[in-house]
């Protein structure tokens, strides 16, 4: 179960540690995927917790948390790496370094993550470079320092998803869409790739738009930067498609572009949605999407060990006799309508 919330300084960490140990208690076949960087950091900040530094002090509230029956991190709050990107976007969010050190910690202990990143807003093109490449640096370090064939085992990234920023509703999305009528007579670039550097050096005195100009990202670029991602970041087993940002047939597409997950369905889903998007999908059309893109669905667990293969007549989308009466053939479901329930993951295999 994926479970991430707002930042209440008011709520102890024993009331965390509580709430872990009711649902390990109850449902002890679940495993508990919870609690991404930027919420580690502020738990940081609320708890003081011993340690030099950020790794040391992630390290003692993960241990907490793990030993309360967290398995694992998702890989929220990634944004954009680049800082001059990250401060005009963050909203108050961990950066860079806090970020990724989080995840090394909890790297360290054994712990397995996943990295993403949301663009097509102010960002350049260089900054996505420079995300990826710093997920790639850092899972060779978690590699490296934590491998299988090291002295000391421990977690890596598992898996990475990008999706583009959607717009509707957000204080973001107000900024004017470039190229303006301005940018046009005078024949400037997007800010953003002026600014943008693949070392992630780049400052926002280098344009006096940056920040002011938003570039949205369609289907095709969403496609090409899910081509680059699974190139450039090839040390990280698993690339998602992201259908919850893209609906279902794009997140199809996007089997043929390097995903080779399509996520889950979902219990409950309220940052996507309120920028007025909401794609809901039941375990059933999941398979036929990845079925329909030539692969064989298979449900997995959080460390994407297969658990079955739906290859045999008794898969669920075989089982549909009549699509037309499927209860999830309205495949967009408006944002005032009930989500449904969560089944499974399924994942697109050879």
């Given at each position: 179960?994926l479970m991430?919330?707002?930042m209440?300084?008011?709520?102890?960490l024993?009331w965390?540690?509580e709430l872990?140990?009711?649902i390990?208690?109850?449902f002890p076949?679940?495993?508990i995927?919870?609690f991404?960087?930027?919420e580690?950091?502020e738990f940081i900040n609320f708890?003081?917790p011993p340690?030099d530094?950020?790794?040391?002090?992630?390290?003692?509230?993960l241990?907490k948390?793990?030993?309360a029956?967290m398995g694992?991190?998702?890989?929220?709050?990634?944004?954009?790496?680049?800082?001059?990107?990250?401060t005009?976007?963050?909203?108050?969010?961990c950066?860079m370094n806090?970020w990724?050190?989080?995840m090394?910690?909890?790297?360290?202990?054994g712990?397995?993550?996943?990295?993403?990143?949301m663009?097509?807003h102010?960002e350049?093109?260089a900054?996505?470079?420079h995300?990826?490449?710093?997920?790639?640096?850092?899972?060779?370090?978690?590699?490296?320092?934590?491998g299988?064939?090291?002295?000391n085992?421990?977690?890596h990234?598992?898996?990475?998803?990008?999706w583009?920023?959607?717009?509707?509703?957000?204080?973001?999305g107000?900024?004017?869409?470039?190229?303006?009528e301005e940018d046009?007579?005078?024949?400037?670039?997007f800010?953003?790739?002026?600014?943008?550097k693949?070392?992630g050096?780049?400052?926002?005195?280098?344009?006096?738009?940056f920040?002011r100009?938003?570039?949205?990202a369609?289907s095709?670029?969403?496609?090409r930067?899910?081509?680059v991602?699974r190139l450039m970041v090839?040390?990280?087993?698993s690339?998602?498609?992201s259908w919850?940002?893209?609906?279902p047939?794009?997140?199809?597409?996007?089997?043929q572009?390097?995903?080779?997950d399509?996520?889950?369905?979902?219990?409950?889903e309220?940052?996507?949605s309120?920028?007025?998007?909401t794609?809901?999908?039941d375990?059933a059309?999941?398979?036929?999407?990845i079925?329909?893109?030539g692969?064989?669905?298979?449900?997995?667990?959080?460390?994407?060990d297969?658990?079955?293969t739906?290859a045999?007549?008794?898969?669920p989308d075989l089982?549909v006799?009549?699509?037309?009466?499927?209860?999830?053939?309205r495949?967009?479901?408006e944002?005032n309508?009930?989500?449904?329930t969560?089944?499974?993951?399924?994942g697109?295999t050879?």
């Open positions: 179960i991430q919330g707002g209440n300084p008011n709520l102890p024993d965390y540690l872990l140990n009711g390990r208690e109850r076949h679940v495993r995927h919870a991404s960087p930027p580690l950091i708890f003081g340690g530094g950020i790794v040391e002090q992630a390290r003692w509230v241990g948390l793990k030993d029956g694992s991190l998702p890989g929220g709050g990634g944004e954009i790496f680049a800082p001059a990107v990250r005009k976007i963050g909203l108050g969010k950066d806090a990724l050190r989080v090394y910690a909890a790297h360290s202990l712990m397995f993550t996943s990295a993403s990143m663009y097509g102010i350049g093109y900054d996505r470079v995300h990826m490449r710093m997920v790639r640096e850092w899972q060779d370090r978690a590699l490296l320092d934590f299988a064939d090291t002295e085992p421990g977690g990234y598992l898996g990475f998803i990008s583009p920023f959607q717009p509707d509703n957000t204080a973001l107000r900024l004017p869409h470039w190229p303006t046009q007579a005078v024949g400037l670039g800010p953003g790739d002026v600014v943008a693949l070392d050096s780049g400052t926002k005195d280098l344009d006096k738009n920040g100009r938003l570039r949205l369609g095709t670029e969403y496609l930067t899910q081509a991602s090839d040390n990280v087993y690339i998602g498609s919850v940002t893209m609906g047939h794009i997140g199809q597409v996007a089997l572009f390097g995903a080779n399509m996520g889950s369905v979902m219990m409950e309220n940052v996507v309120s920028a007025g998007t794609y809901c999908l375990e059309v999941l398979c036929r999407l079925r329909e893109s692969f064989i669905p298979a449900q997995r667990d959080t460390h994407y297969v658990l079955k739906h045999g007549p008794d898969a089982l006799k009549d699509w037309s009466e499927h209860r999830t053939k495949l967009h479901i944002n309508e009930p989500t449904m969560a089944e499974l993951t399924v697109a050879d």
